[in-house]
């Protein structure tokens, strides 16, 4: 079934060629005001200097080649033919077309999308692949609102994609990996607990190892190499981080099920899923001239920002930037897709840019 915007176009399109012999876009729009009714027709402004050429009018019109847009506007308004779509069909200003669509016909149109199972939403024509990037929980802590808003958002547009014909790849991009982890596998091994810690376990041990960190140099020494070995695939180190994931999956995935949100344990791509891409990323972006070196860290100077991104630190490490960079790498050569949707909050826009 047409959309209500595709039979106006098809009508006004008629009736551009039945008045001057040629066909034109219409230039149809949602009114802005709905005194001026529910659709409008630009298209007279544009045309009057094509009508005028056309006619042999262009060296005699006062209006330097064009023909009054708004006699454009009556010669289209002559021609078109609305049916019962409208009620009303009025010229504005210089020449704007505007359509009220009559409501018994809006009702009609309504009662038989009723049993039209996709509401008349057509299908893509050129299906494209989109992965949409939405939630990012943090693992050893809770969700909050931010996630729980942009775990919304993000499925309703999976949906709306998928709705369309778009093949959707979600992606859930939990925070799994970094120094954080470091100091909560070094606690756990300090202290002996942990053994069946839930999730607010972890939050609390996680503020404590903070608080270790900061004030015991011999703590701060083990959680770095603790981070090391869990880099390197430690068997005990991966095997404690592990649990943590599990105990943190534990937790967000019933939010998930209650909010009816289709993300499983197939759609995460944590951190640590990039790791090991990361050092190729800094290998090519420096191979192409990209990325440089700057007071010890690697680099990417980015135009109208004044502060760089860095993507590998003068430690050796690498931060969001990178493995944010990893996975658009691996999304796009990998997955396949054309066109990447992320949910975020604005205090992340300058990132992203």
Do not use: C
């Amino acid at each position: 079934m047409p959309t209500i915007h595709q039979q106006l176009d098809a009508a006004f399109r008629q009736a551009i060629t039945d008045a001057f012999g040629f066909e034109s876009d219409p230039m149809l729009s949602v009114s802005q005001s709905d005194k001026f009714g529910d659709y409008q027709s630009n298209a007279a402004m544009g045309l009057a200097k094509q009508v005028a050429e056309r006619t042999g009018q262009a060296s005699t019109s006062a209006a330097q080649g064009k023909i009054n847009p708004r006699t454009v506007a009556e010669q289209i308004k002559a021609k078109l033919d609305l049916g019962e779509m409208a009620t009303e069909v009025t010229i504005a200003g210089p020449g704007f077309l505007n359509v009220r669509l009559s409501p018994q016909w809006l009702g009609r149109q309504m009662a038989a999308l009723r049993s039209d199972e996709r509401l008349g939403i057509p299908k893509t024509e050129k299906p494209a692949t989109v992965v949409v990037d939405y939630s990012g929980v943090n693992v050893a802590k809770q969700m909050h609102v931010g996630h729980l808003r942009s775990t919304n958002i993000g499925d309703a547009i999976a949906r709306i994609l998928e709705l369309q014909g778009q093949r959707v790849v979600r992606q859930n991009h939990i925070g799994d990996w970094g120094t954080q982890f470091g100091m909560l596998i070094a606690f756990l091994k300090w202290t002996g607990l942990g053994a069946d810690a839930r999730i607010e376990d972890l939050e609390d041990f996680y503020r404590r190892a903070k608080q270790e960190f900061d004030a015991d140099p011999a703590f701060a020494e083990e959680a770095r190499q603790t981070v090391v070995r869990l880099q390197a695939g430690g068997v005990e180190e991966l095997a404690t981080w592990k649990r943590i994931v599990d105990e943190s999956r534990a937790h967000f995935q019933p939010l998930y099920d209650r909010m009816h949100v289709s993300l499983a344990r197939e759609h995460e791509r944590g951190e640590s899923f990039y790791n090991p891409m990361l050092a190729d990323v800094v290998k090519e972006l420096r191979d192409k001239g990209l990325a440089v070196e700057s007071e010890g860290a690697i680099v990417v100077w980015v135009e109208k920002f004044e502060t760089p991104l860095i993507i590998q630190k003068r430690d050796g490490g690498y931060g969001y930037g990178t493995t944010d960079l990893a996975a658009i790498r691996y999304r796009t050569a990998e997955l396949g897709a054309q066109r990447l949707a992320y949910v975020t909050d604005a205090r992340q826009r300058e990132h992203f840019a």
